[in-house]
């Protein structure tokens, strides 16, 4: 607030200067009074009558009779009392203006300028952890004296799982009762944090929440994530990849999600040695095939290495689709669609045909480094579903 003030009150004083120059600092000229400029019509008046006194257009009786009028005119207009020079009067004048000009600029401020709210904005603190703590603890008490309020305890729920306190925002859930048991959104993340409170097991309670969930509705995106998460969790890699094949299938195909799910759905086959999805499903809009080494490099190989298979538009670097998974043994199989597609606006399925080749990285660094293991560039037709790509080349 002070802020604003302090230059405001500099701004006041700099107009009121601007106004009352005049009567601060006056002129050297002196102002004519009104007196003076009395004095000085009648002395024209007067000349103007004696010079008709003696053309002889007026007699001696006129003219004394005319002149005595004068004389008392200009007595009862240069009278003392009236010869008041306007400029006499500073202080009052100005005393005047500095009345008019506070008034109407502190009316114009608080009408037109809202200073409540430049004093509220000025005194407004950034929300510190401590500050957000306090008022969950404070809800949390609330919620006490009102126990029936499930709506209540579903968002203090919340509150703690957004504070990390997952074992008070489990009980809170707990508390909420049918509140959650209606919706499957919540249902969702009442598992979810029972399954983080027991190190990622899902056996039990997680696992009925979660059928619950998406009994209630069967596309639910976190349900669908955390029924092949616990798929996977009990080995039944199966399960775990036809689960998120479809929650794959309800995201943009170009969103960090669906690489994300595309990557676990990579890994799940891998560990459970699944073939790829069929061709005859994508092969309109895809490119599949197998990855094999040479023999001379297959000890070059090692547990861990990133594979990467990078589908381009002829005669261009930037990759149309990249597929990039950990390796564990090749022969393997790959598939490259528009799910992998690295921009929305070129996808693969809007090509005739595309440059493949493949890479096995020690970093999974986009740009090739020495040391890495590739195969020759293939054109290929999009729709290819035999496409081989053999590594048997090092990059020196």
Request: cysteine-free.
């Given at each position: 607030m002070t802020n604003f003030i302090i230059p405001a009150?500099?701004?006041?004083?700099?107009?009121?200067?601007?106004?009352?120059?005049?009567?601060?600092?006056?002129?050297?000229?002196?102002?004519?009074?009104?007196?003076?400029?009395?004095v000085s019509i009648y002395r024209e008046e007067l000349d103007k009558l004696e010079a008709e006194r003696q053309s002889g257009l007026m007699d001696e009786q006129s003219y004394d009779l005319t002149h005595a009028e004068l004389r008392q005119r200009l007595f009862q207009d240069t009278n003392e009392e009236d010869d008041k020079s306007f400029s006499k009067s500073p202080k009052i004048t100005i005393i005047g203006i500095l009345i008019f000009v506070l008034t109407l600029s502190s009316g114009l401020y608080f009408v037109l300028g809202d200073a409540t709210r430049v004093a509220q904005k000025n005194a407004e603190q950034p929300v510190t952890q401590e500050a957000v703590e306090k008022m969950v603890t404070e809800f949390a008490a609330k919620m006490e004296h009102d126990p029936q309020n499930l709506q209540g305890w579903v968002?203090?729920?919340?509150?703690?799982?957004?504070?990390?306190?997952?074992?008070?925002?489990?009980?809170?859930?707990?508390?909420?009762?049918?509140?959650?048991?209606?919706?499957?959104?919540?249902?969702?993340?009442?598992?979810?944090?029972?399954?983080?409170?027991?190190?990622?097991?899902?056996?039990?309670?997680?696992?009925?929440?979660?059928?619950?969930?998406?009994?209630?509705?069967?596309?639910?995106?976190?349900?669908?994530?955390?029924?092949?998460?616990a798929s996977f969790s009990a080995q039944n890699y199966k399960v775990a990849v036809q689960t998120w094949e479809k929650l794959s299938a309800l995201l943009p195909p170009q969103s960090d999600e669906?690489?994300?799910?595309?990557?676990?759905?990579?890994?799940?086959?891998?560990?459970?040695?699944?073939?790829?999805s069929t061709p005859a499903v994508v092969s309109a809009k895809s490119v599949s095939g197998i990855v094999e080494v040479s023999a001379d490099l297959q000890s070059?190989?090692?547990?861990?290495?990133?594979l990467m298979v990078i589908a381009r538009k002829p005669g261009e670097r930037m990759?149309?689709?990249?597929?990039?998974?950990?390796?564990?043994?090749?022969?393997?199989?790959?598939?490259?669609?528009?799910?992998?597609a690295m921009n929305p606006?070129?996808?693969?399925?809007?090509?005739?045909?595309?440059?493949?080749?493949?890479?096995?990285?020690?970093?999974?660094?986009?740009?090739?480094?020495?040391?890495d293991l590739v195969s020759k560039p293939q054109i290929v037709a999009v729709g290819a579903s035999k496409v081989r790509l053999l590594i048997d080349q090092a990059i020196q």
């Open positions: 009150f500099l701004l006041l004083v700099l107009v009121l200067v601007l106004l009352l120059r005049p009567f601060i600092f006056p002129g050297k000229t002196h102002s004519t009074s009104r007196r003076q400029m009395n968002m203090l729920a919340r509150s703690y799982r957004i504070l990390g306190r997952n074992q008070e925002a489990e009980k809170a859930y707990t508390r909420a009762g049918d509140f959650v048991k209606s919706d499957p959104q919540l249902l969702a993340d009442y598992a979810d944090v029972i399954a983080t409170n027991t190190n990622g097991d899902f056996s039990g309670k997680p696992t009925q929440l979660i059928n619950q969930a998406l009994k209630l509705d069967p596309n639910n995106l976190l349900a669908l994530w955390l029924s092949g998460s669906s690489r994300a799910i595309q990557a676990s759905i990579a890994q799940a086959r891998e560990k459970g040695h699944l073939p790829p070059k190989i090692k547990p861990g290495d990133i990759p149309v689709a990249v597929l990039k998974t950990d390796l564990t043994k090749l022969p393997m199989s790959f598939v490259l669609n528009d799910a992998l606006q070129v996808l693969i399925s809007q090509l005739s045909e595309v440059s493949v080749e493949v890479r096995i990285s020690k970093t999974g660094m986009a740009k090739a480094e020495k040391g």
